[in-house]
């Protein structure tokens, strides 16, 4: 079975700090994003990544910064937490299976931040 | 226009009905569709997936692709207690981020 790990389920943190969420896959997937879901607003790409040492911004990648050393691991990077980056953030890894299979995205449990 | 639009509901019905859940979406070029499961405090998990146009069944739920109205659908018979969850509809044209819809929350009422 796939496995995406993020290192919090839930984190507390105050305004100004920098924030660090991480996120380990272990089928040696190609393809990384993050996310964040907030109510009404479904879920909406910040950032991601398909190689190692590869980034990509996605629709909403102000405030946040992103790091691939390792195939396996992807980070998120809240420079200065703001209270409005309080979100459940969801990571997510992929694999392109070529034309007819496509790709499924399998997603980590969550990390509900809270930002003071 | 949003690439996808979806229903946020929220939908109750009672156990055993028939749940119809849906999607629209603009770019003709998405040819990969799939729904997701998001069940309370969980990350989303794949449901169905389909390539093209067409049905795909898989127990009790069925997936539809009419790509002529840009229109993707899936059922739920007999529902059950435990299909309470937000459903989502996920597209892509192929090797692109998936456009997600803002997920139907669904309760299903013994």
């Known amino acids: 079975d796939v496995k995406v790990t993020q290192s919090s389920r839930y984190l507390v943190k105050r305004t100004g700090e920098k924030v660090f969420l991480e996120c380990v896959q272990d089928m040696d997937h190609e393809n990384m994003f993050w996310y964040r879901q907030d109510p009404g607003l479904g879920l909406r790409l910040i950032y991601f990544s398909y190689d190692v040492k590869m980034k990509e911004k996605g629709d909403i990648p102000e405030g946040y910064s992103v790091s691939r050393e390792k195939k396996e691991r992807f980070s998120l990077i809240l420079e200065s937490a703001s209270t409005n980056q309080t979100s459940m953030y969801l990571c997510a890894s992929s694999q392109w299976q070529g034309q007819g299979a496509g790709e499924t995205q399998y997603f980590g449990p969550g990390t509900r931040l809270l930002v003071l | ?110």
């Open chain 2, 1 to 110: 226009q949003k690439e996808v639009e979806q229903d946020p509901g929220p939908l109750s019905v009672p156990e055993g009905a028939i749940v119809s859940l849906n999607c629209t979406y603009s770019n003709s070029a998405f040819q990969y569709f799939m729904w997701y499961r998001q069940y309370s405090r969980k990350g989303p998990e794949l449901l169905m997936y389909t390539y093209s146009s067409g049905n795909k069944e898989d127990g009790r739920f069925t997936a539809q692709v009419d790509k002529s109205s840009k229109y993707i659908s899936l059922f739920i018979r007999d529902s059950q207690p435990s299909d309470s969850a937000t459903y989502l509809c996920a597209i892509t044209s192929g090797n692109t981020p998936l456009v997600f819809g803002k997920g139907t929350r669904l309760s299903v009422i013994a």
